[in-house]
């Protein structure tokens, strides 16, 4: 399964949906196989309108493609799962997903499509205070939802995002079918030891989103330059030996540690750049020397971004 999934995939947080289309068939274009969707991305149609035009341009067959994209909040309650995929596949223009998975353990009030898709964080807001909307849906009801597409065929694979160690061990406690991936946070300042050699120890593949750290959260105020593993001295100075990039060094180490890594850019040089990191190898030193600049610093923190930006204080991490 894990041989599978694309070592290097391509994330599609924060593309406009106006550039997405453009973007996703200039990825594949670049060489990407492995697209990291999701209904909350808010550029579902665009995407698939991109893949659509690579598909048809013969860059390469929809087997050839894997396609993740990821169940939304609102629609954990056992009735809106199916639903809920559908609409991701008609938008994606797909007939299956190779990965569909549970966006974030949390579970929000229903919110339906005629009203607003996709619904976003808080419940409604038009409000005076805008607030999210918790529902009451137990993760084990939305996980056996999951379950029913690995019979139908509707999604090759299924997993989680977002989950800590605890969840895990209980997911894993009443899955019929097992969660074959984990994707979480994962870059030099966060490196998720513990958490990723459990999800491998229970059988799954990682994909680490970020994994560049703080540059995907500049636009959005939620970091600040000087957090940039990309500056580090240390991880020049590897560049320099290896003639790469910063980032480069950085995706590669996420790869030799064994996750996926999934970075975005709207680039076409970076694209290749951020393709081009399985053909040279870091020292087990320097392996060593990235992984110990863990600060634990997690950037995309529910308990932090909910209360600031949708009024409701939210954490999922402790
Ligand atoms: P841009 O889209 O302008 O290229 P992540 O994938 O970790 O979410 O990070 C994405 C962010 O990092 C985006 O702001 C993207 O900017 C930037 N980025 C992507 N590739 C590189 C690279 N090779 N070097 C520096 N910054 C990059």
Request: charged share 20%.
């Amino acid at each position: 399964m894990s041989m599978e999934l694309p070592e290097v995939g391509f994330g599609l947080w924060k593309i406009a949906a106006d550039e997405c289309a453009d973007v996703v068939y200039q990825a594949i274009k670049t060489g990407y196989r492995h697209l990291d969707s999701a209904s909350d991305y808010g550029n579902e149609k665009a995407v698939g309108e991109g893949i659509k035009r690579a598909l048809a341009e013969g860059l390469c067959q929809r087997e050839d493609l894997w396609v993740t994209s990821k169940l939304w909040n609102t629609y954990h309650a056992k009735e809106h799962v199916l639903p809920a995929l559908e609409r991701t596949l008609a938008d994606l223009q797909l007939e299956y997903l190779d990965l569909y998975l549970i966006h974030f353990p949390i579970a929000l009030a229903y919110v339906p499509f005629e009203t607003r898709y996709p619904p976003e964080w808080v419940f409604d807001p038009d409000d005076d205070s805008p607030e999210m909307k918790s529902s009451s849906v137990p993760l084990s009801e939305t996980w056996a939802a999951m379950e029913q597409f690995k019979s139908s065929g509707l999604a090759r694979h299924i997993g989680v995002c977002n989950y800590s160690s605890g969840l895990l061990h209980d997911l894993m406690s009443y899955a019929n079918h097992k969660p074959e991936v984990l994707q979480i946070e994962s870059h030099p300042y966060l490196t998720q030891e513990k958490l990723i050699r459990l999800a491998k120890a229970y059988g799954m593949a990682v994909t680490a989103f970020s994994p560049l750290g703080a540059s995907s959260y500049y636009e959005l105020g939620m970091a600040d330059a000087a957090e940039s593993v990309l500056d580090l001295a240390l991880v020049k100075q590897i560049a320099s030996r290896l003639g790469k990039s910063p980032a480069q060094i950085i995706l590669r180490w996420g790869i030799q540690r064994g996750t996926s890594v999934i970075p975005k850019s709207t680039g076409t040089a970076r694209m290749k750049e951020n393709l081009a990191v399985t053909n040279f190898v870091l020292s087990d030193a320097e392996m060593k020397s990235i992984s110990a600049l863990n600060i634990n610093r997690r950037f995309n923190d529910p308990g932090d971004f909910c209360e600031s930006a949708f009024g409701t204080f939210y954490p999922i991490y402790d």
